[in-house]
């Protein structure tokens, strides 16, 4: 059996309906989590997408800053000897970035110059929100250079990664000829930053929607024992990680949902899942199973961080994922001998302790999720004071 592939919107590209998500790429000497100091394990990671290149992903998914601008260099690397071919690659325009018109233009070639590529496939304004579209996007001319590099053939289809509200989503949509949105999408962010509603939208305009955190960071995939209960009593054989996808493979308007996969096993499983994909997959009764998932979850007061770093530069150097990581398996499993050994072990090799923040705010505004990080940081710890 091999994957039914889809249509990315109206866009005339057909994708798979998994595609693989570069900002976890393995890291030298087997670290993990990649907002780990740790660089790129470059062969590795050349092993791993062609790996899932060859299983038959046919979409990469990266963006400027993934690994610290490292994961862009590996897939021009791995895409060498043919591969280039096979596959449709996205990355992102880091909008925070842009001060000056011409900015655009030369990220646009730096990226190219690590992909080693003369032209991106997909090409999407990254982590649009209404500061930075309003302080970035729109006095430098963002837009504008896109569909000039859409029209000139340096990029191909065009769209925007989203964190903020459904209106503003709206707004964004009516203001351009898109292709293509990327979207927070998993059975618990339903009606997150535009949510379904955002999606269903999109796809009314012929946009293809791309899901992204289909598994809220690896939230979804160890869920906790109330939540695993729920998924065992409806199939026993269904894992959650196939419960979350097949959530959004239901869907008409999803395109594809992205994994940010890190081992060859990973994969191999993944696309297991992946080759029964299909939309309207799900029964009623299924569908009412993520009802009682989502009610399972909501007794459990974790802090919805995915793990996106896009809050790191604290000043303090306070590794806010770990921290918040290290607190989320405390209230889904109990287990404080675990977590205190994270505090005091883990925690101290990727950076500070919650115990360092001196509450400036300067992760705040940068965190897609609009989690009050001073506050949750806080919280945590006082778990461990």
């Not at 999407?124 to 929100?129: F, G």
């Not at 869920?223 to 729920?230: K, L």
Request: aromatic fraction near 10%; charge should be negative; charged fraction near 20%.
């Amino acid at each position: 059996m091999v994957m039914e592939l889809r249509n990315l919107g109206s866009t005339g590209i057909k994708v798979s309906p998994i595609g693989l998500g570069c900002m976890r790429l393995p890291l030298e000497g087997g670290a993990q989590g990649y907002t780990s100091s740790r660089g790129a394990d470059v062969q590795a990671g050349i092993e791993l997408i062609r790996h899932a290149i060859d299983s038959g992903v046919n979409y990469l998914d990266t963006a400027f800053n993934y690994l610290h601008g490292e994961s862009e260099k590996v897939i021009g690397k791995a895409l060498a000897d043919g591969y280039r071919d096979k596959v449709t690659i996205a990355t992102k325009c880091p909008i925070w970035m842009l001060k000056e018109p011409g900015d655009f233009d030369s990220l646009l070639a730096k990226q190219m110059g690590r992909l080693n590529t003369d032209h991106i496939d997909v090409y999407l304004l990254h982590c649009v929100m209404q500061g930075d579209w309003k302080n970035k996007v729109l006095p430098t001319g963002a837009v504008e250079s896109l569909l000039r590099a859409k029209e000139d053939g340096r990029v191909g289809a065009i769209g925007f990664s989203f964190h903020d509200t459904t209106d503003f989503f709206k707004e964004v949509v009516d203001y351009a000829p898109w292709d293509i949105c990327q979207l927070q999408l998993n059975y618990l962010d339903q009606e997150f930053q535009g949510g379904l509603s955002a999606a269903a939208y999109a796809a009314s305009k012929g946009m293809g929607v791309i899901a992204m955190e289909p598994l809220r960071g690896g939230h979804l995939v160890n869920v906790p024992d109330r939540v695993n209960e729920v998924f065992s009593q409806a199939n026993a054989e269904r894992t959650p990680i196939e419960w979350a996808f097949d959530f959004l493979w239901n869907r008409p308007e999803i395109s594809l949902l992205l994994s940010g996969m890190t081992y060859l096993d990973q994969i191999d499983q993944n696309i297991e899942y992946a080759k029964r994909a299909r939309i309207d997959m799900l029964t009623q009764e299924e569908l009412a199973v993520y009802d009682r998932a989502i009610a399972a979850f909501k007794s459990y007061d974790t802090i919805p961080c995915t793990g996106c770093n896009y809050c790191n530069g604290c000043p303090e150097g306070v590794t806010i994922p770990y921290n918040f990581q290290t607190y989320n398996q405390w209230v889904l499993s109990g287990d404080m001998d675990r977590a205190r050994w994270e505090w005091e072990t883990t925690i101290p090799l990727n950076g500070a302790r919650a115990d360092a923040c001196t509450q400036c705010g300067t992760c705040k505004e940068r965190c897609p999720q609009h989690i009050d990080i001073p506050t949750e940081l806080e919280k945590v710890a006082a778990l461990f004071a």
